[in-house]
């Protein structure tokens, strides 16, 4: 568990915020899976390909400070002849480029097991602040999501959880800080990049947010017009079949938004975000506003739909039996902060009273 | 206001309020123009949403053609009753129909047509957006990279673009019909002799930038009642404020053009 870390800048406070930037300090302190291959920034690729001369010795063990033997006084060649001089310093060079190159498969090892084990994270944000006028919502945020992981955000009102998920698709836009969905940072693509982001992420709202003229089948054919038009309409239908059976509502298919109850809207809104089958679900208080029953299969259906499609997911909600259903892991939010980070069980058993405060 | 202020403090407060309220409105007027001057850049890119297009001409034009048709018949009524006496003293009875198809054509049918559709059409989309907006329902098109602007903005302005001349044309004639009508309640005139009557003394100046001026009244319509609904704040209230100000603002944007197209006419 991590508890109270407020966000500094500069001051590396999670295996992701000490990024293994080789221009900073020693490298092997940062994390190089953190990266982004190909975007183009220097800190973000292989530290041993990308590091300069003088760091590649450091790398290999060798005093960065220590002259090269290129400018190395070596004296009056009295004892050492000048051919055996050159031979030991390329003897050297050999080693350093060794050591290098080790260190350079190590990282490429322990990146292809992650992305094996699926620890590769699909979310990564760091130093997210966001402000309103003079409200600072967001005063340095960072989190991570693996795949195929549930992180809930639990914090009162009014601490920026839902803003938070916002700007992991643009809806809002962050005043400093990176959010990186699926290795791209969200706030330097443009429209149609933004776009494709989006396409592989869906968004629970609220309110479940129907359109509400349209029927349920309307709702959930309307994103596949848009996006899946070499489908045929078959499929489609069947597809929509599929979503709701998934959630358990097909007899409602041409209701009209207006008739259905809040757990059934919540339901219809699910299956239309996962009919464009999305690799991370960003929840808004998916069970707010319902019975404990119906929050209870709300939640169950959340847990079904991450096991069948594998999806990675943000939950952010105030109702603890949903968090305790759900969670991988929680992070908490206080006053725009992280301030803590567990499991249920590891939160449930903390002393700070704050935290306490949720789980009692 | 803290009553401890003095004079000058109470002054300078209601100086710099001013201020605001006008950088407000200068920002409000920018953001109006680049949302107007998005919908020439989306309209021409696919997908054309020619199904929402469709239903949109639909509510626009279809559903108010009885209201529309009721007002200009109306119109053509009283405008023949009006002038009838003043006509009758210079003995120009015959020429009534001319004067109320040159009134109707130039002027009466197709800003009565913008006034109502500035109510009807402009306030449902205020409202329908608005509500939109607050429900985030715009919101979830946009996190299901749909462009909601194209969708629709787009849609919604294109139908009332192309409606209002439509509808301004249709009561042009149900004016011209209630004129016929009223001129029978004293004199007896063929449907077939008014009507003759009435277009002999139409030209082409008369009809052609009447008509373009429809185009605008439509276009400045939806692109408005549009704006004011996308632009809604969160809250239930925002939804009134948003159809409210849509119609006043559709309205003054009708007058505005109508003065500077009879300029323009007047120039011919």
Known sequence: MRENQPYEPGEPESPYTGEGNPGEGNPNEGNPREGNPGEGNPGEGNPAEECSSAEAREIAGENPEAPTGDDEDIGPVTEKSEAELLAERLERQDVADEQAESIRRAEEELQKELAKQGAEPVVNIRGLRKAFGEHEVLRGVDLHVNKGENLVILGKSGTGKSVLIKCLVGLEWPDEGEICVFGKDVSRLNYAELNESRLRTGFLFQNAALYDSMTVRENLLFPLRQHKKDMTREKKQALIMEMLDNVGLAESMDQLPSRLSGGQSKRIGLARTLILRPELMLYDEPTTGLDTGTGKEISELMIRMKKKYNISSITITHDMPCAKMTADRIIMLREGVVVAEGTYEELERSEDEWIRSFFH | ?268
């Open chain 2, 1 to 268: 206001m803290d009553p401890v202020l003095n004079r000058y403090q109470r002054a300078r407060i209601k100086v710099r309020e001013k201020r605001s309220q006008w950088k407000r409105s200068l920002y409000n007027a920018g953001d109006l123009v680049a949302f107007m001057g998005r919908f020439f850049r989306e309209v021409w890119k696919p997908p054309y949403e020619w199904r929402e297009v469709l239903y949109q001409c639909y509510l626009v034009g279809y559903k108010s053609t009885f209201l529309i048709g009721l007002t200009g018949f109306i119109m053509g009524v009283v405008l023949t009753i009006q002038s009838r006496p003043a006509m009758a003293q210079f003995g120009a009875i015959s020429l009534i129909p001319g004067m109320i198809s040159v009134s109707v054509v130039r002027e009466i049918g197709p800003v009565i047509t913008a006034i109502i559709c500035a109510g009807k059409a402009g306030s449902r989309m205020g409202a329908e957006l608005g509500s939109m907006r607050v429900s985030e329902q715009i919101d979830a098109m946009e996190v299901s990279a749909i462009n909601p602007y194209r969708y629709l903005v787009v849609t919604r302005t294109l139908a009332t673009t192309l409606m209002v001349p439509l509808l301004a044309i249709f009561a042009d004639l149900i004016a011209l019909f209630g004129g016929y009508v009223a001129m029978n309640i004293h004199d007896t005139m063929t449907l077939q002799h008014f009507f003759i009557k009435a277009m002999a003394h139409l030209e082409f100046i008369d009809v052609f930038p009447a008509l373009v001026k429809t185009f605008f009244f439509g276009y400045f319509i939806g692109i408005i009642g549009c704006y004011k609904g996308y632009n809604a704040r969160r809250g239930t209230e925002s939804v009134g404020i948003a159809a409210n100000s849509a119609v006043v603002a559709a309205l003054l944007a009708v007058f505005v053009i109508d003065l500077i197209a009879a300029q323009i006419t007047d120039l011919l």
